[in-house]
Nanobody, 115 residues
Framework: QVQLVESGGGSVQPGGSLRLSCTAS????????MGWFRQAPGKQRELVAS???????DYATTVKGRFTISRDNAGNTVYLQMNSLKPEDTAVYYC?????????WGQGTQVTVSS
């Protein structure tokens, strides 16, 4: 079955950086668009970055220029490098396939940005 396992979250001060990782299994990773989503308390889950199997990327306006998504198809892993973090980036971050519904969401990884 599909499994998505996120890691790398934590607590950082504004302006700090984190690198998230997500290892996937149970589907053909290399042909799927992968994305990073986030859900803040009281808000809906939103897509912040996506990457095609060949490496073409897209970003939400709120993170463009600060976040970088990448993938390792051999290792079935997708990454999210987050720089210049802001308090409004605080959320639980999930990886998933933007064009698959419903998705088998993992536990996510908490990112907290606070001074």
């Amino acid at each position: 079955q599909v499994q998505l396992v996120e890691s790398g979250g934590g607590s950082v001060q504004p302006g700090g950086s984190l690198r998230l990782s997500c290892t996937a299994s149970g589907f053909i990773f290399s042909i799927n668009v992968m994305g990073w989503f986030r859900q803040a308390p009281g808000k809906q889950r939103e897509l912040v970055a996506s990457i095609t199997g060949r490496g073409a990327t897209d970003y939400a306006t709120t993170v463009k220029g600060r976040f970088t998504i990448s993938r390792d198809n051999a290792g079935n892993t997708v990454y999210l490098q987050m720089n210049s973090l802001k308090p409004e980036d605080t959320a639980v971050y999930y990886c998933g396939r933007p064009f698959v519904t419903p998705e088998s969401w993992g536990q996510g990884t908490q990112v907290t940005v606070s001074s």
